[in-house]
């Protein structure tokens, strides 16, 4: 192999890295423009609340004021939409100006643009706002009491939505899920709660609008994660054409999903542009993107699992609440649905019924966020395997073995409606377990149980819906999006490769990984292929855009996009060669032909003579380039399976993890150094909602979490060693066999914790069911002695 | 997150920074390490008018030994005191303490005057200076004082300082030679405030212990002596049953609050095993 052919599955380093490190990064607050202005929010201090008034006379009269905008001056301007419609959920949108009435504290209420941002916040604190406050609720239990007040008052109630998933076989024939529970020889049965927590990147979200007078058109400088339906959704908004605005993401410093919704500033910062001709810039202080930015994660579950003596799980039935906070956000009940359908996780269970409910809270609108609904179903899950070997009386391992979908029954129809492509879970489970020496950490525990020592092996597998996901789907589940990623790659005249990608790198080294496989496609070296990103005017459409399982997607698209650009080449080569298409192959970076390695002409060679043009086959046309929209076949599933190990200090509360094992397994690698980042990455975040992370409100629907001191995030010291490992089984159906896999370390932490600490407490029979595992939590479930 | 307007003044000598203060004392603020007023000041929930920062006046910032005493200027850094040898070897529970204060950047900035005229109940400062009886030194353009650390210290965030004094150096007795001590906290993140924490130190009488001084802090108004604690055990040969003993007497004594990160129930519970903590660091597995 020469050394521009196999960059996939190279440990590259990314080469975002350099000019980061040297302070050499542009974000949206490096932005600074001629005539800038500085936008500022006013925002609700009441949870619930009638809009009276909003007096804005003092703060237009500041000096350095230039504008101040309420609801009364957006007529014309519409509502941000609920992109994911299911069936039967109620009408919601996202007003860019709270009109009438508030529903959560920190809902924008008005805004004001000037000459910096000091003199803007200045500002706010002189805007008269009328509330008449009105009683609040801030959880599900209380929101669905009969006479609780009514947040949204055109639904009658806080119920969004009741929507019920029905276990089916591959033939979509019902299961018998009362035959199920009859049969058991045990049914266990849980009330989980899983808190709110959210991505929190270390970048807030931050915007630049530029109006210009010349085209009438409005440049966006935004964080966002998808430029593209950032546009489409403003212009629809705004009511301009769609064709009038460009979006632009400079480097952006994570996302992890919240950076994938939009928001009212970002109407705010275009309107503003428009009205005064002048570039407005708004960077989110983090005081707003915790109460400004989408919250996610919360729901109550009551589930049950009806268990056979011999460890099978016959059936899993039960009800989530999901609270979704003040508005449907754009993507709905999306997650809480998705964790609806996917409680049987990795598992062979065939009857199995659900009924996911979605209530509105005086609270954060929740939505998108690293994980999707997934490892809320994964908590779920691996928590009702613990206690179902408890119940019959088998090691926790022993029963996921049972009940394992085995690696020759794909593609697997899952109970909640999914199609699974190829898996091994047997053999993540079985890795996980021999490298954490299971059996060892067994015979230890009674010992050290004696001296005092109460550690726990808490097991958590999961499997990951990535490569979200077939355009077809996502319209059958009400999904107003597509999941199609384009690629174009262009040839210049002198060989250079360049690839335009609709993703948009969050700092997970999209760039690099994207460059890798044109690489290898080309079999050029990987330094010579630019990418580019970040601008709606230059780069192909996505509607879907950067998410952290996505790279799979763009992978594929960009390998199908190389494919046309190398069959262009050899038809090309071909004819200058004076051979037959068919005798002619496309190796090591140029054509020739086949058994007459001297017949070669470089990429370059012919990449010369197609902008030339003087000499091209009849029919072909001149420059060398190709585009590819790959419209995933199906979705990918990922999967792994992680182990912690934990002491758990009887005295305090507190849990150290001793030992915290990862084996994953998404497809195809493009990038082994890259793979292992994201999942620390991913644990990390896992292990934050697990133990730390929480948006706690009080009765009266205040956030009290509203900065780092309050809302915690796991630092160095919390973080443990991870020992990864990997293993590969390729997706059948994505071009290259590749997975997503940016979110998979996201799914275990907070169950295989969950599942240490209630083993490691097995002594007392306390089970964890709820996070954050903080020490006070695990001392109060302690019997008091 | 941007302050409201203030004026800003940098005096470089002490009696100019006395005359502010005197001029401008009622809606003055300090600014020493800032690592608790800026943030104030960002959420606009201290708006003084004029803040006089005092990183430009001399001779505030030394460590010094006199007459049995170990005096500490105002506008030592925290990270000074954690590495001062003289610290390590005269007064070692401020050492230890000291590392448990945020992180090396904030420790970095972060001053012992600062944190005493703060004052935040779940500081280590305040209670580790309370276990050692300091005494706080004081200055005005009125004169000169010297008040003892109990009587320096209010309740939630509040002090005896008046609004033209300023905290000059911290004063702390070097005492016996047989003194011992113990410090323990536990807190949700390494350098997060306390939840609940003890800071105690110890004489020794040949077997027995002779004074003892335990100090609770996070959750309670103030840095607190729990004194039925220390009668419990002073005089009396160190061993669990008396360290138990400990335990009972300070978690009958203290109420602590329940707020979003712990209930009052378990600091409580908290500080007992922080006192039997803090006991065997001193007296060992006794």
């Not at chain 1, 991505?199 to 966006?220: C, F, I, K, Q, W």
């Not at chain 1, 109460?291 to 899993?316: F, P």
Request: net charge negative; aromatic share 8%; proline share 6%.
């Amino acid at each position: 192999m020469s050394a521009n052919e196999g960059w996939i599955g190279r440990r590259v380093q990314r080469r975002e890295d350099l000019p980061l490190i040297q302070g050499k990064g542009r974000f949206a607050a490096d932005l600074t423009m001629p005539d800038m202005v500085h936008m500022a929010v006013l925002r609700s201090p009441h949870a619930h609340a009638r809009l009276l008034g909003v007096d804005t006379s003092k703060a237009r009269e500041l000096p350095g004021v230039f504008d101040v905008l309420t609801s009364a001056d957006l007529d014309g301007i519409g509502e941000f939409p609920v992109l994911w419609q299911l069936p039967g959920q109620k009408a919601s949108g996202i007003p860019v100006l709270a009109r009438d009435k508030v529903r959560y504290v920190g809902e924008p209420v008005a805004a004001v643009v000037a000459v910096s941002r000091y003199v803007a916040e200045d500002a706010l604190e002189l805007i008269e706002a009328d509330y008449d406050p009105l009683p609040t609720v801030v959880d599900v239990e209380s929101a669905l009491k009969a006479g609780a007040p009514v947040i949204n008052e055109a639904w009658g109630d806080n119920v969004a939505i009741r929507h019920i998933v029905p276990g089916i076989d591959a033939t979509g024939k019902a299961g018998d899920i009362d035959g199920a529970f009859a049969a058991a020889d045990a049914v266990v049965k849980a009330r989980f709660k899983i808190n709110r927590f959210s991505g929190v990147p270390l970048e807030t979200r931050g915007l630049v609008a530029s109006h210009d007078p010349l085209t009438h058109g409005l440049t966006l400088w935004s964080s966002s994660q998808v430029a593209h339906k950032q546009r489409t959704q403003l212009a629809s908004v705004l009511g301009v054409p769609e064709s009038s605005i460009r979006v632009m993401t400079p480097n952006l410093g994570g996302g992890f999903g919240v950076k994938w919704d939009c928001y009212p500033e970002d109407a705010l910062v275009c309107l503003f542009s428009q009205r005064l001709q002048r570039p407005v810039k708004w960077i989110e202080d983090r005081r707003e993107h915790l109460m400004g930015t989408v919250h996610a994660r919360e729901q109550v579950q009551e589930l049950e699992a009806a268990v056979a003596r011999d460890g099978t799980i016959l059936g899993i039935r039960g009800k989530i609440w999901a609270d979704l906070g003040a508005h449907i956000h754009s993507v709905g009940i999306g997650p809480a649905w998705v964790t609806g359908v996917s409680l049987t996780g990795q598992y062979r269970i065939k009857n199995y019924y659900c009924e996911v409910i979605g209530v509105a809270t005086n609270k954060v609108p929740s939505s998108t966020f690293r994980g999707f609904g997934g490892p809320e179903a994964t908590f779920a899950t691996e928590r009702l395997i613990e206690k179902a070997a408890r119940a019959v009386g088998l090691d926790p391992a022993e029963v996921r073995r049972k009940n394992f979908i085995q690696p020759d029954e794909f593609p697997w129809f899952s109970a909640g409606g999914g199609v699974f492509d190829s898996g091994n879970y047997p053999a993540a489970l079985e890795k996980a377990l021999e490298e954490v020496d299971y059996d060892h950490l067994r015979e230890e525990q009674a010992g050290l149980r004696a001296k005092g020592v109460y550690r726990g092996i808490g097991i958590g597998c999961y499997i990951h819906t990535s490569g979200f996901g077939p355009s077809f789907i996502l319209g059958l589940v009400g999904y107003n999006t597509s999941g199609y990623e384009g690629s174009s790659i262009k040839v210049d005249p002198q060989g250079g490769i360049t690839i335009y990608t609709g993703m948009i790198p969050l700092g997970q080294g999209t760039e690099t990984t994207l460059a890798q496989v044109a690489a290898d496609q080309f079999g050029v070296d990987f330094n010579d292929v630019r990418v580019v990103w970040g601008d709606t005017s230059q780069t192909p459409y996505t509607g879907f855009g950067s998410a952290g399982s996505r790279s799979n997607v763009a992978a594929a698209a960009i390998l199908k996009a190389a494919e046309v650009v190398r069959d262009k080449s050899i038809r090309i080569g071909a004819h200058l060669l004076e051979a037959a298409p068919e005798d002619v192959v496309y190796e090591n970076g140029g054509v020739q032909v086949k058994g007459s390695p001297e017949k070669r002409l470089t990429l370059g060679d012919v990449a010369k003579a197609a902008y030339l043009a003087h000499n091209l086959p009849k029919g072909e046309l001149p420059t060398l380039e190709g585009t590819y929209v790959y419209d995933p076949a199906m979705f990918t599933i990922a999967f792994g399976c992680h182990v912690a190990v934990v002491d758990v200090d009887l005295e305090t509360g507190e849990v150290k993890i001793v030992r915290y094992v990862v084996v994953d397994d998404s497809g195809t690698i493009i990038n082994p150094l890259l793979v292992e980042g994201q999942i620390q990455g991913g644990v990390a975040m896992g292990l934050g909602g697990a133990l730390l992370e929480e948006f706690v409100y009080d009765e009266n629907g205040q956030l009290l979490t509203t900065s780092f001191m309050d809302y915690l995030l796991p630092s160095i010291h919390e973080v443990p060693h991870m020992e990864l490992h990997q293993q590969v089984t390729v997706s059948p159906h994505t071009p290259g066999g590749f997975k997503g896999m940016g979110e998979a370390g996201m799914f275990s932490p907070g169950a295989a914790l969950a599942n240490a600490v209630s083993d490691a407490l097995l002594p007392f029979g306390v089970e964890v069911d709820r996070m954050p595992i903080t020490s006070n939590l695990v001392w109060s479930l302690l019997p008091k002695s | 997150m941007k302050p409201p307007s203030f004026a800003y003044e940098a005096p470089e000598a002490l009696d100019d920074a006395l005359a502010l203060l005197d001029r401008h004392g009622d809606d003055a603020k300090v600014l020493a390490g800032g690592q608790s007023l800026v943030p104030l000041l960002n959420f606009r929930l201290a708006r003084p008018a004029r803040l006089i920062d005092i990183n430009g006046v001399p001779g505030l910032a030394s460590i010094s030994e006199r007459d049995g005493t170990i005096s500490i200027g105002a506008m030592t850094r925290q990270r000074t005191i954690e590495t001062s040898p003289l610290v390590a070897s005269r007064a070692p529970l401020l050492a230890a303490a000291t590392r448990w204060i945020g992180h090396p950047p904030i420790r970095t900035r972060g001053t012992i005057g600062g944190s005493l005229a703060h004052n935040d109940p779940s500081g280590e400062y305040p209670a580790v200076l309370l276990a050692l009886d300091a005494q706080v030194r004081i200055r005005s353009q009125r004169g000169e004082r010297v008040l003892g650390i109990d009587a320096f210290l209010g309740e939630w965030l509040s002090t005896a300082l008046g609004p033209d004094e300023l905290v000059i150096a911290v004063e702390i007795p070097i005492g016996s030679k047989h003194a011992t001590y113990g410090f323990a906290e536990v807190a949700k993140r390494h350098g997060d405030f306390a939840l609940a924490g003890v800071a105690a130190r110890f004489t020794l009488d040949g077997s027995h212990i002779g004074d003892a001084r335990i100090v609770a802090f996070g959750g309670v108004a103030r840095a607190t002596r729990l004194t039925a604690a220390e009668d419990a055990i002073r005089g009396r040969v160190p061993n669990e049953t008396l360290f138990g003993e400990a335990n009972r007497a300070a978690t009958a004594a203290i109420d602590p609050i329940s707020d979003l990160h712990a209930t009052g129930e378990y600091r409580r519970h908290l500080t007992g095993v922080l006192v039997v903590r803090a006991l065997r660091q001193a007296f060992g597995e006794a």
